[in-house]
């Protein structure tokens, strides 16, 4: 056994479970790489470590992003890259960022105030470290293990939250609070106002992928599963407690025929509409029975 295989890893990771792909990405591109304007589906933490790479998104217009420097792109925020020289960055992706010193994340998000002007922050010496780190472990030819790239995050959070001012945080993190706040908004100003994912995502300015990738990680659940369980909620409300005839509240929620409206309501509340609502007048609460999962044939790509 050479030196080199003694101290090289053991392990076959790829058999791990638990393993992770694309949390933390490792990238090499020559000059004049391009990257058209997309909306991001999660929030992203770019890591220049060499060149300089054109940034064009509604936080950073036309801004130069240099070498040692990095900058957060919030989920639902929308931007293009290009390398304006051959470049080398690292990717953290995250939804909820795995943070071990809470309260000064918290101070920070309850400090988050909007900039006059977003600007790029440097890498610290301890987070170049750590990124030099990341970027050894991410080269090598075997499939990276989950766990390990977990601690990894966790620490790379720690050394960006605890090792920069307050001031500067507070400005770097405002974004992911804007973004959440603006797309949770037009959820639920909307949701019922669509018939299928197509037409919800074409509304926000979103392809149907991103949309659903987005909302999945912002809801937890696919956007066909949700729109289903709001659906519910609101025949029953209806059925309870308004008069409407029962060919209103079929209309209403996209139905295209009272059989449809009726199997629908079988499979969610174990009656048909009319039966439901003489119940309910009986005195009897209404609630949703465990349904069969329905699906539509995008939700079946997207699993």
């Known amino acids: 056994m050479t030196k080199n295989n003694l101290y090289s890893r053991q392990t076959n990771c790829a058999l791990c479970p638990k393993q992770q ?15 058209a304007a997309d909306k991001y589906s999660q929030n992203c933490i770019v890591f220049l470590l060499e060149g300089e790479l054109l940034i064009n ?27 304006l020289t051959d470049v080398k960055y690292v990717l953290y992706w995250f939804t909820e960022p795995p943070v071990i010193c809470e309260e000064r994340y918290h101070e920070v998000l309850e400090r988050a105030s909007m900039p006059v002007n977003y600007v790029p922050l440097t890498i610290s010496p301890a987070l170049d470290y750590q990124l030099k780190g990341i970027v050894n472990y991410l080269s090598e030819k075997i499939s990276p293990c989950g766990k390990l790239i977990d601690l990894k995050c966790q620490e790379l959070m720690y050394l960006l939250i605890s ?32 018939k299928n994912v197509e037409e919800f995502a074409h509304m926000g300015g979103y392809t149907t992928t991103t949309f659903r990738r987005l909302f999945k ?21 209806d059925l309870q407690f308004t008069r409407h005839r029962i060919s209103i509240i079929s209309a209403r929620y996209g ?11 079988k499979d969610s509340f174990g009656d048909t509409p009319r039966a439901l609502r003489r119940r309910a007048a009986a005195g009897e609460k209404l609630h949703v029975i465990k349904a069969k999962k329905e699906t539509s044939a995008e939700e079946d790509e997207e699993e």
């Open 163 to 194: 090792y920069y001012p307050m001031q500067q945080l507070s400005m770097f993190f405002y974004p992911i609070s804007t973004y959440t706040e603006s797309f949770h908004y037009f959820v639920m100003q909307n949701y019922d106002k669509v």
């Open 217 to 237: 990680n912002m809801y937890g659940m696919p956007v066909y599963e949700w729109i289903l369980d709001k659906k519910r909620e609101g025949i029953l409300n």
């Open 255 to 265: 139905f295209d025929s009272l059989s449809h409206f009726a199997h629908f309501c």
């Open 57 to 83: 998104s509604n936080e950073y217009p036309g801004t130069t992003l240099k070498s040692g420097q990095f900058i957060l792109q919030a989920i639902g925020s929308k931007g293009e890259l290009l390398a």
């Open 21 to 35: 792909e694309g949390v933390l990405v490792y990238r090499q591109y020559p000059k004049g790489q391009h990257f």
